[in-house]
């Protein structure tokens, strides 16, 4: 069934329902839905097969063959043709306004969306309070064969335009899970740890003598990596089988919480080659 077409010309009902997904969580959470912009998010979300709901365009200026491959080759529901100065006001960009905008569905929050190998890696990360730093470690689970990633608390909004511009389009090519507590958390890997006898939990703290090379990650692994002001929480270092850091040299004390994250997903993946 082809795409029906809707031609949106002034801030009507249309246009302020794309535009208060882009703006509210509270919002998107309600409709189910989210606002994509960039080329790469895109293109990754189509080749992700996620559900595109809308594609959002404007037919003023001639569209690029990129452009015009994704709309001919559409699933999505609808394609909403806007004018030139509704789709400017859209587009985060202050130059080279995007071609196409997408309204996405939100996915079922099932931890069964995350898909387990022979040595499955899954990173949990708590209350993430930067949308950069969670964007950046979703491309750093995405590069480094993480299998799925989990947050979980009072964390900013995974959906959030910020949060997907961050993580470069790779958002869309690796399992997001949002829980409200580690409690879920706990229950869903004991669950793992009967199904993987060797199965570990590693915790990434600052406040152990371990140094990260010392641990073995050729086995399963669950990596927990704590907010970036307070640290893993004492729940989630229960868990843990072991905790552990990265070694460092100068008088700082602590990477920036995605870096740490990319430097031990590095060593797991280093590791795993080896073996």
């Not at 470069?168 to 004991?190: A, C, M, Q, Y």
């Not at 406040?207 to 893993?232: C, H, V, Y």
Request: glycine share 4%; charged share 25%.
């Amino acid at each position: 069934m082809k795409p029906k077409i809707i031609k949106v010309y002034n801030k009507n009902n249309e246009y302020q329902h794309i535009q208060v997904l882009k703006r509210n969580r509270k919002k998107r959470s309600k409709f189910n839905e989210f606002f994509v912009e960039g080329a790469k998010s895109i293109t990754y979300a189509v080749q992700n097969n996620w559900k595109i709901l809308s594609f959002i365009y404007c037919t003023e200026t001639e569209l690029s063959l990129w452009a015009k491959n994704i709309l001919n080759n559409s699933t999505a529901e609808k394609h909403i043709e806007l004018s030139a100065q509704l789709m400017t006001d859209l587009s985060d960009k202050d130059e080279d306004v995007s071609e196409i905008l997408a309204i996405v569905s939100i996915p079922e929050n099932n931890l069964e969306r995350i898909k387990l190998y022979d040595n499955p890696l899954i990173v949990i990360f708590d209350r993430p309070s930067n949308h950069g730093n969670l964007g950046t470690l979703i491309r750093s689970c995405e590069a480094l064969n993480v299998d799925g990633l989990i947050i979980t608390g009072h964390a900013v909004d995974l959906y959030d335009v910020k949060t997907i511009r961050a993580s470069l389009g790779t958002f869309f090519s690796i399992p997001i899970i949002r829980l409200d507590s580690h409690k879920e958390v706990s229950n869903w890997l004991e669950k793992i740890k009967e199904e993987y006898n060797n199965f570990q939990i590693i915790g990434s703290t600052s406040q152990t003598e371990t140094s990260i090379e010392k641990a073995d990650f050729s086995r399963p692994t669950a990596l927990l990596i704590g907010n970036e002001t307070k640290g893993l929480s004492f729940k989630y270092k229960e868990m843990c089988d072991a905790l552990v850091k990265i070694p460092m040299y100068g008088e700082i004390t602590s990477f920036n919480v995605s870096c740490a994250a990319s430097i031990m997903l590095y060593e797991i993946d280093r590791q795993r080659r080896g073996a």
